[in-house]
Each structure stands twice: as C-alpha cells, then as structure tokens.
C-alpha cells in the first residue's frame, strides 16, 4: 500500500513539476536559489532510464520557461547506472547538451558507497566534455573522502560537500557527530581555499557559524561560496543567512518516486518524525 502524499509535503515540494515550480519561485522571490531534484533512484529498464534523461531535459527547459532562479540535481542511477556504465554516460551526456544549449548546470548526487568510484568516473568525463555545467556531490563521513578531496580540489572542480544521508557500516563510514563534524571543517576549508565555488551543504548551525568565521578570518568573499538546504527545513535560517549577504540555494525534490528520498529524512531526525505526526492532528 502506497503512503499517501500528505506524509511527504512537509519535505517534498510536489508530486509533478508544475506543483513544485510555484514553491521556486517563492523561494526565488526571497532571494533564495533552488536546485530541482526529480526524485526516483535503481531505474533497472533501459526504455525508463531514457524517458527519464528526457525528463530531466523537459525539466531543463521548464526552468528557462518560468525563469526561476535553479539549477537541477540528478542520480546516476536513474539514468541507467545499474544498467550499464556506457548506456548511463551516454543518457548523461544528452542531458548535459541540453544543459550547454540553455546555459544551465546539472549537480550529478552522489548515492550509497557502493556508486562512488564509478559516479566520480562518469562525473570527470562529462566535465572533461561539459566544463562548468557539471559537479559533483562528496559525502564528508566516508573514509575514502579525504582522498577525493584532495583531488578534486585540485582539479577545481564544482563540489556540494554535505555529511552524508545513506546508512553505511563503521568499515566504510564515520558513525560520530563529533568526527563527522571534524572533516566536514576539514574538507570545506580544502574547497574553499583550492576552488572558485563551494557548495556548503547543511543544516547544523555549528558548522555554518564555523564557516562563515573561517571565510572571514581567510578573507575568503561571500560572493566565493554558498550554503545549501533542504525543502521543508530551517527556512529561517536561510532567510537570515540571505539578510546577512551569504549566498543560499535550497534543494528542492519533487516527483511521484518520493519515498525513499522521505524515508531518509526521517531516519536523519526524529524531530521530522515528531514533525509528520503533529501535523495527523491538526486541521
């Protein structure tokens, strides 16, 4: 049995684009920028990976159409990762001629461990191909991170650097709050001293005063950086965080495939949990 949309809205912006592009462009009208994600992952058939790399496009053009402030964000395996490499780059590419020809960007996520070293492959050959219209998503609570850091720093690449959402085990990733905290800094101060653009993905308010000091004290612009969140959570702080001239763009999913991205938000915290059963009880 299918949950009902009402448990999703609180972090899902609509079941189509068209429910999602008005919560854009109310966004938009606060200043904040948006990248749209259209939700769904493990696409195993071919015919539906390619309806979905046209959808992605559709999407492309919808944006330009309504001139909203966005960019789109997109999973390898929706486009046929689990399928075949080759059959996925290709999908991949389609999209991001499209991309080019708008002069739009697409934000390639980052998936379980299992994905990493094979979307870190598919993402330097497209932006090998794409340049600036392609990044990349680094999860801070994987061992292997430092090492990808450290390269792609070095490559200037485009990175939204966020904790991690997926459930991983001690051998692959760190558990603590306290270390994930600790190379998330790490990390964020690589990208911030090495690249032209971070993308500072969270909602801890330890690790933004963090780096708003750092930035300051590195004499590191505003204009260099920008804090990202997700829909449905801590919109005041993105509000004020605009009021003080920082840079902020929300994740903005959408889609009928809402339930796993769902469920990986309420495992996050329980307060979205509270959240979602507070609501049942209200008119």
């Not at 999602?20 to 904040?32: C, D, Q, R, Y």
């Not at 490499?85 to 590419?93: P, T, Y």
């Not at 971070?198 to 780096?211: E, G, N, P, Q």
């Amino acid at each position: 049995m299918r949950l009902p949309f009402f448990f999703a809205r609180r972090f899902v912006a609509g079941e189509s684009f068209s429910q999602a592009a008005p919560e854009v462009t109310a966004l938009n009208n606060k200043g904040i920028a948006a990248t749209l994600d259209l939700l769904g992952e493990n696409v195993k058939d071919k015919a539906i990976a390619e309806e979905t790399t046209r959808e992605y496009c559709d999407l492309l053009e919808g944006i330009r159409d309504r001139k909203l402030n966005a960019t789109i964000s997109i999973k390898l395996t929706m486009m046929g990762l689990d399928i075949d490499d080759h059959f996925c780059r290709k999908n991949l590419f389609v999209l991001l001629d499209k991309a080019k020809e708008l002069d739009q960007f697409v934000r390639i996520d980052m998936e379980g461990s299992d994905y990493v070293q094979r979307t870190l492959d598919i993402y330097r050959d497209a932006r090998s191909k794409y340049g600036r219209h392609v990044g990349i998503v680094i999860q801070a609570y994987l061992h292997r991170t430092r090492d990808d850091i450290a390269q792609l720093a070095d490559e200037n690449a485009d990175v939204r650097i966020c904790k991690g959402a997926y459930k991983e085990p001690p051998s692959i990733a760190l558990q603590n709050m306290p270390d994930i905290r600790a190379v998330f800094k790490e990390y964020t101060a690589e990208l911030l001293k090495k690249t032209d653009y971070t993308r500072i993905a969270t909602h801890d308010d330890l690790l933004i005063d963090w780096t708003k000091s750092y930035a300051r004290e590195n004499d590191i612009p505003k204009d260099r950086f920008e804090f990202q969140m997700l829909y449905g959570l801590r919109l005041n702080t993105c509000e004020a965080l605009v009021e003080e001239g920082y840079n902020v763009r929300v994740y903005v999913p959408y889609g009928t495939m809402w339930v796993p991205y769902f469920t990986r938000r309420l495992r996050e915290r329980k307060e979205n949990i509270w959240f979602i059963l507070s609501t049942m009880f209200k008119k």
